[in-house]
C-alpha cells in the first residue's frame, strides 16, 4: 500500500513538471511573438537600399551622391548605439524597444508627403536612429526569454524574420512604381505606409506583454569603460566583423541592380530583383541557420558562409552572364545570413555581466554600412562597379580571418 502510495506521488510529481514545462514553453512563445514582429520592423532599415535607387532616378543623382543615403542611415549606429546601451540600465530593453519602434514610425511617416532630397535625408536619419535603438536593445531582450545555449538559433530566426522585411521591400516598391494607386498616388513610396502600420502593431503587442529583465551586476558602466571593452581583443575583432558583415549587406543590397544595369543594360524596375534575390536567399539561410546552428558548431556554420561570400565575389569579377550573377548574387545572400547572430551571441556570451555595454558596441559596428558604401560609391565612380565589388572582397576577408577566431566553446 505505501509502495502505491508512493508511486502514485511519484506520478502527481512527473505530471506536474510536465504540466510546468509545457505551460512555461506556451509562455516563451508567446512572449516571442511580438519580438519576432519587431525583427520584421527592424528589417525596414534594408528598404534604403532600393529606396535609393529610385530616389537617384528621380533627382538624378550620381552613385556617389545616393550612397549617402545607406552612408546617412548607419552613420547614426555610431552615435546612438553605445548611449542605447547606456540608457537600458536606466529604464530598461523593452522600454528602449519601444521607444525605437515610434521613431521608426515617425521616419516612415516622412516619405509620403514627398520624396525631395533633404526630406529623404531626414527620414532616412530618423530610420537610422530608430534601427540603432531597436538593433541594441532587442538583441539583448531576446536573451531574458530563452537559454544561453538557443541563443545563436533564436537570434538567426529572428534574423529570418528580418530578412522577410527585408525582400519584401523592393517588392512593394515596384509594384507601387507600376501600379496606378489613386487613393495614395505615391509610387513606390507606398511601402511606408505599409510598414508603419506593422510597426504600430508592434508597439501595441510588446507594450502587452510581460518580459522580466535581469539586472546587471555592479555600477552602469561610463562612456569610457563602455568604449573600454573594445580593448578587449576578442571584443575589438566581433566588433570588426560586424562592421564587415553589414558592409556587405548594404553594398549587395543597393550595388547589385547597378550591376546588372551596367552590364546588360536593364531599367531600375527590372534590376531591383537582384536585391530581392538577394535577401530571399539571406532569408532561406537564416531559416536553416536556426535549426542548423542546433546541431553543428557555430565555426563550422560560419565558415561555410564565408566561403560561399568569396566565391561569389570571385565570380562577380569574372562571370558575364546574368544567370551567373544572380547565382553570385544568391550565394552572398545565404552566406551572410548567419554572419551577424553568429558574432553578436559570441560578442554577449563571451562577456555576459555586460550584455548592454557590449550590445551596444557591437551594433555601433553597424557603422560599417556607412563606410563601405561610401568607398564603394568613389569606387564605382572611378572604375565601375567592379570597384564596388573590390570593397566588399576586403570585408569578405576579414571574416575569413574572423572564422579561425571563434570559440567552440560558445
Known sequence: MRNGIIILRLGSIKYELKNKVMNNTKSIYLKLIPLMLCFFAMGFVDLVG??????????????AKANIFPSLVFFWFLIFSVPTGMLMNKIGRKKTVLLSLLVTIVSLLLPIFGDGYILMLIAFSLLGIGNALMQTSLNPLLSNIVNPDKLASNLTFGQFIKAIASFLAPYLAMWGAIQAIPTLGLGWRVLFPIYMIIAIVAIFLLNATSIVEEKEEGKPSTYAQCFGLLGKSFVLLCFIGIMCHVGIDVGTNTTAPKILMERFGLTLSDAGF??????IFRTLGCLTGSFILQKIE???FFGIGVICMLSAMIGLFIFQSITLIYICIALIGFGNSNIFPIIFSQALLAMPNKKNEVSGLMIMGLF???IFPLAMGVASDAIGQNGAIAVMTIGVIYLLFYMFKIRKDH
Open 298 to 300: 557555430a565555426k563550422i
Open 50 to 63: 532600393i529606396a535609393s535607387n529610385y530616389v537617384q532616378a528621380d533627382l538624378n543623382l550620381s552613385d
Open 368 to 370: 560599417g554600412g556607412t
Open 274 to 279: 537582384a536585391t530581392s534575390l538577394y535577401f
